[in-house]
């Protein structure tokens, strides 16, 4: 299993950084190569998402359900087709806001991305390859782009929870 796992700290209270998590359809305007994201459901366990990327030479739908949440602490989910995947969002309220928080900061919570995936659960016939194109090339050459995707679309989050830009120190977990 490949993992990838990137957190950082919002200024937030759990509360709110879990009902603007669990809005998942939204994600698309964070993502460079997530294009579309159809809801079926209500964020809830049992919720369905097509969630349409593209990269490189290749388009794919990717589905996924939510498992479990745990309001305000964490929103579990699986991809259901061609690949094994689960991850969650996972938020922990801090004790004290760091010392380099902003002046007006009066809580703060740490937010994880968190995915466990094995390649070696996809097929050739699973993703339309290009001719000569192996699935091996693409699997090692997807894996920097979904670590690079991921401290992308928390960066952008954040900037959206607080309302304003700022420089985010994302902390990667091996």
Known sequence: ????AVSTVVYLPPEE?????VDFPRYANYSKHLTDVRQFGDGTP?????????????????????????PPNRIDWTVTKDIHATGHWRIEE?????DDAPSDAETASR??????YDTQTVSAGDIDLPRFVSLGWVVDKVRPVLQKEAER?????????EGRPRRVELTVHR
């Not at 299993?1 to 990838?4: K, L």
């Not at 049992?46 to 745990?70: I, M, N, P």
């Not at 937010?111 to 466990?116: N, P």
Request: avoid cysteine; hydrophobic fraction near 50%.
């Open 111 to 116: 937010v994880f991305f968190e995915v466990e």
């Open 94 to 98: 801090l004790d004290d806001v760091p």
């Open 153 to 161: 679309i928390v960066e952008r989050i954040v900037a959206d929870l």
């Open 1 to 4: 299993m490949d993992e990838i």
């Open 46 to 70: 049992g919720t369905r998402y097509h969630l349409q990327f593209a990269w490189w030479k290749l388009t794919y739908t990717a589905e996924s359900r939510v498992t479990d949440v745990d």
């Open 17 to 21: 950084v879990y009902e603007f998590l």
